[in-house]
């Protein structure tokens, strides 16, 4: 493994490890090393799928700044009936603010209500998603 392998696969657990965090304090449901394949057949392995919000089969996730196929990454999960969010370095570190608008922005989906701090409120009006 490269110096650079390394240094991403340990932002990937940075990440993964922040949205454990978010799962156990928030309630969330998140599932764990979800695979996705692309039109040709390559299998992705997304670190985390959170239940519940973004599409009616959730949310993976990966590292923005690990990937350089986003495209045929985000067609994988549309396929799988899922969104996919590629997220910046600020999620590296659990952020309840941060993350609780993330997901009011992918919106609730999931079977029954939302969760109880759920605001719904999306993004707009010009303002960018966090990096």
């Given at each position: 493994?490269?110096?650079?392998q390394l ?9 993964v490890?922040?949205w454990?965090q ?7 449901e ?13 299998v992705?392995?997304?670190p ?20 350089s196929?986003?495209?045929?990454m985000a067609e ?6 899922m969104?996919?969010?590629f997220?910046?370095?600020?999620y590296?570190?659990?952020d ?5 608008s993330?997901?009011?922005d ?8 939302a ?6 409120a999306?993004?707009?009006g010009?303002a960018?998603?966090?990096d």
């Amino acid at each position: 493994m490269t110096g650079d392998q390394l240094q991403n696969a340990r932002r990937q657990e940075a990440l993964v490890s922040a949205w454990l965090q978010a799962a156990h304090e928030l309630g969330l449901e998140i599932e764990r090393d979800v695979e996705t394949r692309t039109g040709d057949g390559r299998v992705i392995v997304w670190p985390i799928r959170i239940k519940g919000f973004g599409r009616l089969n959730g949310t993976v996730i990966y590292l923005s700044e690990t990937v350089s196929n986003i495209q045929s990454m985000a067609e994988a999960a549309e396929a799988a009936g899922m969104f996919s969010s590629f997220l910046g370095p600020a999620y590296e570190t659990y952020d309840p603010d941060l993350f609780k608008s993330t997901l009011d922005d992918w919106g609730w989906h999931g079977a029954g209500p939302a969760p109880h701090w759920y605001g719904g409120a999306p993004w707009g009006g010009g303002a960018a998603s966090p990096d």
